[in-house]
């Protein structure tokens, strides 16, 4: 019942900069935990950094100082800025959402959704 949409990967070389935006869409009651996550390529799915409802963030390590996560509970946005990025940075970007939506006859659905991705490359 809900999307997610990842928009403003792309290409860049090392020490630059990156913005993804994650626009979630649909029957939305409420958007709690939200998340960035990656996966390069023949590794796992890690998590990058994740915000409350009510703006508290965390970050790994790997990414600390440099990434910043933010998001607007008014236009149901998260927000990714990465800066300085390093090569080890290049992999494909996933948003998630922990949500509560409602199905076309009421009924509440609760559900952790997912973006399709969006590729991120940072070249040396």
């Known amino acids: 019942q809900v999307q997610l949409m990842e928009l403003g990967g792309g290409l860049v070389q090392a020490g630059g900069s990156l913005r993804l935006s994650c626009v979630a869409s649909?029957?939305?009651?409420?958007?709690?935990?939200m998340r960035w996550y990656r996966q390069a390529p023949g590794k796992g799915r890690e998590l990058v950094a994740d915000?409350?409802?009510?703006?508290?963030?965390s970050y790994a390590d790997s990414v600390k100082g440099r990434f910043t996560i933010s998001r607007d509970n008014a236009k149901n946005t998260m927000y990714l800025q990465m800066n300085s990025l390093k090569p080890e940075d290049t992999a494909v970007y996933y948003c998630?959402?922990?949500?509560?939506?409602?199905?076309?006859?009421?009924?509440?659905?609760?559900?952790?959704?997912w973006g399709q991705g969006a590729q991120v490359t940072v070249s040396s």
């Open positions: 998630n959402a922990d949500a509560l939506s409602k199905d076309y006859t009421e009924n509440y659905v609760a559900e952790k959704a």
């Open positions: 649909g029957r939305i009651v409420r958007i709690d935990d």
């Open positions: 915000i409350t409802s009510g703006g508290k963030t």
